[in-house]
Antibody, heavy 120, light 106 residues
Framework: QLQLQQSGPGLVKPSETLSLTCTVSGVSISSGSHYWGWIRQPPGKGLEWIARIYNSGSTYYNPSLKSRVTISVDTSKNQLSLEVRSVTAADTAVYYC????????????WGQGTTVTVSS | DIHMTQSPSSLSASVGDRVTITCRASQTISKYLNWYQQKPGRAPNLLIYTASSLQSGVPSRFSGSGSGTDFTLTISSLQPEDFATYYCQQSYSTPWTFGQGTKVEI
């Protein structure tokens, strides 16, 4: 059964880099069966799609964040990662990793979420 | 980007009510529309994918319809555990985008 377990710091200083990891179990991240992605939700607000990766190399980013974000996978650890550079208070949010089957695109498995606060 | 608009933004309903939420895309997205339920402090949960396919494990009182630009999520008989916020999301083209959410309250 596919499961996603997130890890990473809950507090990041302004102008620094936010780094999150999502460990995938139950499916090989390089199998080509799923898209792997990140979504965030600012406090009290809706959902914002950040990025996705497929087949370990095909990446797509939200244009609003593209210049500051990198999504990647470590196939040896079966992990998905997200970096957001030069963070500001506007990047404060709950960050989720999620997977979607390549044939349906519905985000059917989610990580538990990581609350990230940007503050000095 | 494809803009997704949900209506209403919130609604009040009672247990047993039939509830309908609509989602409109700013351009055609064929059938690539998904619906999620989110409860406070929890990750979203996929209910419906590709407009009308019921996700495994989701009760049959949830159903979806539509294609092109106009879509509907229907809860046939509202249960106490259904009070939550519902989001639509298009997966037709990147960036994938979500509606603003519909909060279903008592």
């Amino acid at each position: 059964q596919l499961q996603l377990q997130q890890s990473g710091p809950g507090l990041v200083k302004p102008s620094e880099t936010l780094s999150l990891t999502c460990t995938v179990s139950g499916v090989s991240i390089s199998s080509g069966s799923h898209y792997w992605g990140w979504i965030r939700q600012p406090p009290g607000k809706g959902l914002e799609w950040i990025a996705r990766i497929y087949n370990s190399g095909s990446t797509y980013y939200n244009p609003s964040l593209k210049s500051r974000v990198t999504i990647s996978v470590d196939t040896s650890k079966n992990q998905l990662s997200l970096e957001v550079r030069s963070v500001t208070a506007a990047d404060t949010a709950v960050y989720y990793c999620a997977s979607s089957p390549a044939n349906t695109h519905g985000l059917d498995v989610w990580g538990q979420g990581t609350t990230v606060t940007v503050s000095s | 980007d494809i803009h997704m608009t949900q209506s209403p933004s919130s609604l009040s309903a009672s247990v047993g009510d039939r509830v309908t939420i609509t989602c409109r895309a700013s351009q055609t997205i064929s059938k690539y529309l998904n619906w999620y339920q989110q409860k406070p402090g929890r990750a979203p949960n996929l209910l419906i994918y590709t407009a009308s396919s019921l996700q495994s494990g989701v009760p049959s009182r949830f159903s979806g319809s539509g294609s092109g630009t106009d879509f509907t999520l229907t809860i046939s008989s509202l249960q106490p555990e259904d009070f939550a916020t519902y989001y639509c999301q298009q997966s037709y083209s990147t960036p994938w985008t979500f509606g603003q959410g519909t909060k279903v309250e008592i």
